[in-house]
T-cell receptor, first 114, second 114 residues
Framework: ETGVTQTPRHLVMGMTNKKSLKCEQHLGHNAMYWYKQSAKKPLELMFVYSLEERVENNSVPSRFSPECPNSSHLFLHLHTLQPEDSALYLC?????????????FGPGTRLTVT | DAKTTQPNSMESNEEEPVHLPCNHSTISGTDYIHWYRQLPSQGPEYVIHGLTSNVNNRMASLAIAEDRKSSTLILHRATLRDAAVYYCILRGFDEKAAGNKLTFGGGTRVLVKP
């Protein structure tokens, strides 16, 4: 138990659906992250938030839309996804954004797009 | 961006040490070297990090080359629970958003034989 929870743990959606992934951290951290992990590929950083403000968007398609309503919660809204978007989506948090702080990861949401 | 290079896999016997190398020849002066591991069906877990000096904690030791172009994660006595994929990651300061620069390697899959 890392103090970072993600729901749902598994999600199957069609290409025309709209769904949201939720992440919550109980650690009092100020920075939160979304990652994508595809089979046989390195972890890809998608979005970074610091104190609820987005500070990084790594060329992610607009069909992925993040939201950070407060420092404890992070959402990833999904719409009109493609089958190649099927992957493990991981949320993480750290005390601050600086590289001196380690990240705590949630268990991930396994997404399948049909 | 600086990149990391790791061997795809390594095998070890239980109770023996494991030395996991990582090359990062284009590391910049402000990049921290972080190590994480990922057990099957779980999110990544922080192991250790350092900047210039060698570091020890309850999980492992990190040996950093004097020129910082490579580092080695040392598991002193491997157990079956240490079987995982180990990622060497560089985290540095970015002029646009502090601390958000992250570069991942492909990871090393560690197999521990009883």
């Amino acid at each position: 138990e890392t103090g970072v929870t993600q729901t749902p743990r598994h999600l199957v959606m069609g290409m025309t659906n709209k769904k949201s992934l939720k992440c919550e951290q109980h650690l009092g951290h100020n920075a939160m992250y979304w990652y994508k992990q595809s089979a046989k590929k390195p972890l890809e950083l998608m979005f970074v938030y610091s104190l609820e403000e987005r500070v990084e968007n790594n060329s992610v398609p607009s069909r992925f839309s993040p939201e950070c309503p407060n420092s404890s919660h992070l959402f990833l809204h999904l719409h009109t996804l493609q089958p190649e978007d099927s992957a493990l989506y991981l949320c993480a948090s750290s005390r601050e954004l600086a590289p001196t702080y380690e990240q705590y990861f949630g268990p991930g949401t396994r997404l399948t797009v049909t | 961006d600086a990149k990391t290079t790791q061997p795809n896999s390594m095998e070890s016997n239980e109770e023996e040490p494991v030395h996991l190398p990582c090359n990062h020849s284009t590391i910049s002066g402000t990049d921290y070297i972080h190590w994480y591991r990922q057990l099957p069906s779980q999110g990544p877990e922080y192991v250790i990090h350092g900047l210039t000096s060698n570091v020890n904690n309850r999980m492992a030791s990190l040996a950093i080359a004097e020129d910082r172009k490579s580092s080695t994660l040392i598991l002193h006595r491997a157990t079956l629970r240490d079987a995982a994929v180990y990622y060497c990651i560089l985290r540095g300061f970015d002029e646009k958003a502090a601390g958000n620069k992250l570069t991942f390697g492909g990871g090393t899959r560690v197999l521990v034989k009883p």
